[in-house]
């Protein structure tokens, strides 16, 4: 869907230009994550400028505003204007002066994507350069709020998720040979999600910390908006899987020949994932694998089972109610490691053979996470024995508030005259606060800090950097940037403290 960018907007933004003080001239903003809502977490990881940027100051403002007749444009904003709030309501000179310049005048910075930042630090502050048009910051607050929250809390529930997964693999796997851990996170949200852009911008934010996804258009978006390019390195990938329409086509009856079908015929080699819960799970671990068993560790490949339905800590892990030496007390791991063995890692865990395999993705959260790996190191299995498909049940339970985002003006020039603003609700907890004047980001000891009531020669150094200046993109960033800090600062620092 496209609609003019003049109307990407809440209707109260339209008289704001005429509330402002008579000469007012500058207005200078900051989009900032005020307050983490999740537990156990309060940093989070910064995405998604870079595509707001391109997508929608460049390209729905050209394609949808200055590529059209002046006349047309300012026709559609005074039609929409008059019908909803009162004919003449909301004057129109100002858009058709804005038409003739021909550019949004305006400058953007931003922090490096895909740095962690903590509440209170601004990610982004935005500027005008023409006095006339001090009116389009703010003006743009709708769409950048609507726009950049997303791609940046799903970073970092990735994040999150990476972060898990790395300090298992060291515990029960390895030391340094853990990269399996970029697959271990698996994409399974695009169904779930609230639209097609909100499903890439999402998946988009799980491959700065995963590799595997099933979500085709998050590899489309990197090559657009962040320079990928899926011939000369990976951006994401997958593997041939099943579904349950799959599974009844061969009827229960022959359920088993439908899965040596699979292994032999189809994908005699490499990796299948086939979903094994569509009628009784645990005889295609019990009865169905051990048949198969010479078949599957004869394969030059893997064999991936995926339960689909259940408690997903029990299912892998094991029901401490269920009769003790059923399957269900034992858990798939477990009974998989008796049919298949293993290896030993060095950090002695049992590491099932590498012919052989689990995934699990519904209903997964951090939590649950952070159970089934818990559950398995318990019991003496190495983390690297599962993959967890992460879902709309995780990308999607959150808000604007999640990481409590906001665009709040704090620096303005009326006739000349600086002003540093800000607000500071007396009925408020804090949160809303803000801070004052200009800012500056720097770094210190390694952690960000937030200097506000800056000179503009401060201003203009420390790390928020210059991404978009008067109709143009600058300071362009790639995914394998992006990912490399997230890599070196996963290192380096924890989202919990």
């Not at 934010?205 to 908006?225: K, N, R, W």
């Not at 012919?355 to 159970?371: P, V």
């Amino acid at each position: 869907m496209r609609i003019n960018p003049l109307m990407l907007i809440d209707f109260y933004k339209a008289d704001h230009r005429r509330q402002y003080p008579e000469g007012t001239e500058m207005v200078y903003s900051n989009f900032t994550p005020r307050k983490s809502r999740q537990a156990g977490n309060e940093n989070l990881v910064f995405f998604g400028l870079q595509y707001f940027v391109k997508e929608y100051l460049i390209k729905q403002w050209n394609e949808g505003f200055f590529n059209l007749p002046k006349e047309k444009v300012v026709a559609d904003y005074k039609r929409r204007m008059d019908n909803a709030l009162g004919k003449d309501s909301i004057p129109v000179e100002h858009i058709a002066e804005l038409h003739d310049l021909g550019y949004l005048p305006l400058v953007v910075k931003g922090l490096p994507e895909g740095t962690i930042v903590s509440p209170k630090i601004p990610v982004v502050t935005v500027y005008n350069t023409k006095p006339k048009f001090f009116w389009l910051t703010n003006y743009l607050e709708s769409l950048m709020s609507a726009i950049l929250w997303k791609p940046s809390t799903s970073a970092t529930t990735a994040f999150q998720y990476r972060k898990t997964f790395n300090e298992y693999a060291r515990n029960t796997v390895s030391d340094t040979n853990i990269d399996f851990v970029y697959w271990q996170g698996h994409d399974f949200s695009f169904r779930g999600m609230s639209g097609i852009e909100d499903a890439c911008i999402s998946a988009a934010g799980h491959l700065l910390s995963f590799y595997g996804t099933d979500t085709v258009p998050a590899i489309d978006f990197h090559e657009l908006y962040y320079g990928g390019n899926s011939d000369r390195e990976l951006i994401g990938g997958s593997v041939p899987a099943t579904e349950h329409s799959v599974m009844c086509m061969g009827t229960k009856d022959n359920e088993i020949g439908t899965f040596e079908r699979l292994i032999t015929e189809l994908y005699p080699a490499g990796i299948v994932s086939i979903v094994s819960d569509t009628w009784d799970f645990w005889q295609v671990i019990t009865d169905y694998l051990p048949q198969l068993k010479n078949k599957i560790l004869a394969r030059p490949g893997k064999v991936v089972i995926r339960p689909d339905s259940g408690d997903p800590v029990k299912i892998i892990v094991g029901d401490k109610d269920a009769t003790p030496g059923s399957p269900e007390y034992k858990g798939a791991i477990e009974c998989m490691w008796e049919t298949f063995g293993g290896t030993i890692t060095e950090k002695g865990y049992k590491l099932l053979d590498e012919h052989i395999g689990l995934i699990y993705g519904d209903s997964i959260t951090l939590q649950r996470q952070q159970a089934i790996l818990e559950g398995l190191r318990e019991k003496g299995f190495a983390s690297f024995n599962v993959v967890l498909g992460i879902g709309s049940y995780t990308y999607e339970y959150v808000t604007r508030d999640t990481y409590g985002f906001a665009m709040k003006a704090t620096y303005g020039e009326v006739n000349g005259e600086a002003r540093n603003i800000f607000k500071d609700p007396k009925t408020d907890d804090g949160t809303k606060k803000s801070a004052k004047g200009l800012l500056c980001v720097y770094e210190e000891n390694g952690t960000l800090h937030l200097k506000d009531q800056c000179s503009w020669t401060e201003e203009k150094q420390g790390l928020l950097q210059t991404v978009f200046e008067n109709g143009k993109m600058v300071n362009e960033q790639s995914l394998s940037e992006i990912r490399n800090r997230i890599n070196n600062q996963l290192e380096k620092t924890s989202l919990s403290k």
